[in-house]
């Protein structure tokens, strides 16, 4: 290992945001998520850390974190994974036919679930605005990024860095 | 084999006569994954032949023991509260008028999982009497090295402290450690954790002034649930008290024990010279 | 018992309405704080309110603590249900004078753990 020294170059906090690659490890963002999963999809419902590759269709939602850091958390995955979460979120309340707006509102609630705990382990105190669904906002390269299989079934959340990309776009 | 329809509603009847809890259609799999242990520690390999068997041939025992695999909820906190209300408002005061004003009471949370009984408890006496939490250590003891490796540690899941955590508690008494919550240092350092098999001979310990044994005679047949409460006994004050789960009795297994009502609450005491 | 849900995603709404219905409560939803609001000030005032934090038009902790301005309500009850969840948020919220505090992801466990604990669980508990 070798051995830092203070080299006497130093920076004010405000001049580099802190990266989000150095204050959340995948390992967190996983279990954050398998948390949500087994908690709101079900108790056997598990996350298998493997890039899966997304389809043409995939839909994402995300919420912002305002802080110390600043960014997004986003969800993305297949419509049809999206329509999948859904309907199990809902279980027996799931209506016959899952309307477009309940997979907008389901995908974008747990995009919501992950966010604030993800927002928990962040620097705060920080708000949380409200989800967002769409077309995923590039990713800059301030970016942690975990691809999980669910079902078989790709998804990825990315913890975006403001510093990295605009976010607006 | 998987649960039939003629066995989960015989299941079903059987817990609500017997606790008044309601199981629904679509259960099933709380059934299954409830009465598995059981149906395995009897040599039978599947949950509808062990239910089948039982129907035909009813036995108390049985019957018994499918009702506390039901009833019993996994340890969350306050969520069975009256021992724990039963501790601060009867136990703790007689023990403490019982005893010298410098003498240590000692409390063991047998089968302590990942810990929460144990915090349960420091909790509950620094929150509702600080003046006493000197003089108060607490055992907490598991079979398995991972629970207690995790009592130690204090590091309890979000899902976890969701579970029959009062919010106040959860804030006045932990910190966040990334995604998971820490218990203050000053409980951790009133519980004691180490390894102890409750089905072997025990560990020199205690003496006990109180004990919480609850929902784990449940999983041992009649005679080891007689050897380990002989065993409790032998490591309790004569003036201790022993809560057991709510689902649970010594009455029908060792009658060595007078069980007494505290609050909403039953506590089992030693009887004296059995 | 009744119950008022307060989350502006409808799904949620029907996931904690549906845990409460189970359990017997008599529910009615609402998508954010100023919409519960309207709720009681039309007379019908429960002994539980579940709400979310973050909300449109009015969020949570001005729910929180529009109900606690009126002493007509103090029978209600407020378990905060969000995915806010750093230490220093529980604790405003508790200040502001929810009684309870849930985490999302929460299971329907969860929700019956912190009813029982509120006294607000129906003596008859369903599995």
Redesign the interface.
């Known amino acids: 290992m070798t051995e830092l020294h203070d080299t006497g170059e130093r920076r004010r906090t405000s001049d580099t945001p802190p990266s989000i690659t150095d204050l959340i490890d995948e390992e967190?963002v996983r279990?954050?998520v398998q948390?949500?999963w087994?908690?709101?999809i079900g108790e056997d419902e598990l996350l298998v850390p493997l890039p899966g590759g997304l389809p043409e269709n995939a839909v994402s939602s995300w919420v912002h974190v305002a802080g110390p850091w600043n960014g997004i958390v986003v969800l993305t995955c297949g419509r049809s994974t999206a329509e999948q979460l859904?309907r199990e979120?809902?279980?027996?309340?799931a209506p016959p036919v899952i309307e477009d707006?309940?997979i907008e509102?389901?995908l974008?609630?747990l995009a919501?679930?992950?966010?604030?705990?993800v927002?928990?382990?962040l620097p705060?105190?920080s708000a949380?605005?409200?989800?967002e669904v769409g077309s995923a906002p590039v990713a800059g390269s301030d970016t942690r990024r975990v691809d999980l299989l669910w079902r078989g079934q790709s998804l990825t959340i990315s913890v975006q860095g403001s510093a990295g990309a605009p976010l607006d776009q | 084999m998987t649960l039939t329809a003629t066995s989960f509603d015989w299941v079903r009847a059987l817990v609500h006569r017997e606790s008044a809890i309601v199981l629904q259609p679509?259960k099933e799999y709380l059934v299954e994954a409830r009465l598995l242990p059981i149906a395995r520690q009897r040599g039978i390999a599947d949950v509808s032949t062990f239910v089948e068997s039982v129907r035909s041939r009813p036995d108390t025992d049985s019957m018994r023991c499918i009702v506390e695999a039901l009833t019993t909820n996994e340890t969350s906190w306050f969520r069975d509260g009256d021992p724990f209300t039963a501790l601060t408002s009867t136990v703790m005061p007689a023990l403490l008028a019982a005893r010298g004003p410098n003498e240590r009471l000692q409390i063991w949370s047998a089968a302590c999982s990942s810990g929460q009984e144990a915090y349960t408890i420091a909790m509950l006496l620094v929150d509702s009497m600080p003046s006493a939490t000197t003089r108060v250590s607490i055992t907490a003891t598991d079979l398995s090295r991972e629970m207690v490796a995790r009592t130690k540690a204090g590091r309890f899941?979000?899902?976890e402290v969701n579970r029959g955590l009062p919010a106040p508690m959860l804030v006045r008494h932990f910190t966040?450690a990334?995604?998971e919550w820490e218990v203050a240092p000053a409980l951790r350092r009133m519980v004691t954790a180490t390894e102890c098999n409750l089905a072997a001979p025990l560990p020199r310990m205690g003496p006990f002034d109180v004990v919480y044994l609850r929902n784990v005679l449940i999983y041992f047949d009649l005679p080891t649930k007689q050897v380990i409460l002989r065993r409790v006994r032998e490591l309790m004050r004569p003036d201790g008290w022993l809560f057991l789960g709510a689902a649970e009795t010594t009455l029908g297994v060792d009658d060595s024990w007078e069980r007494v009502v505290v609050g909403r609450s039953s506590a089992y005491r030693p009887i004296k010279g059995k | 018992m009744r119950a008022l849900v307060i989350d502006?995603?409808?799904?949620?709404r029907?996931?904690v309405?549906?845990i409460l219905e189970d359990l017997g409560y008599e529910v009615q939803q609402a998508g954010h704080g100023r919409e519960g609001l309207d709720v009681l000030n039309g007379g019908w005032v429960p002994e539980l309110a579940c709400v979310d934090?973050?909300?449109?038009v009015m969020d949570g902790l001005q729910f929180v603590s529009a109900v606690r301005s009126n002493p007509a309500w103090r029978q209600v009850t407020i378990m905060m249900v969000?995915?806010?969840?750093?230490h220093?948020?529980i604790v405003r919220a508790l200040a502001a004078g929810a009684h309870e505090y849930v985490?999302?992801?929460?299971?329907a466990d969860?929700i019956r753990d912190k009813l029982a604990l509120l006294g607000l669980l129906p003596e008859e508990v369903v599995l």
């Open positions: 967190t279990s954050i948390e949500a087994s908690a709101l859904s979120l809902l279980k027996e309340h707006e309940d509102d389901a974008g609630e919501n679930v992950v966010g604030g705990n927002k928990a382990v705060g105190p949380l605005g409200l989800p | 679509g899941s979000q899902l966040r990334g995604n | 502006d995603s409808r799904v949620m029907r996931i309405a549906g934090w973050n909300m449109p969000t995915s806010e969840s750093e220093g948020q985490i999302k992801p929460f299971t969860a």
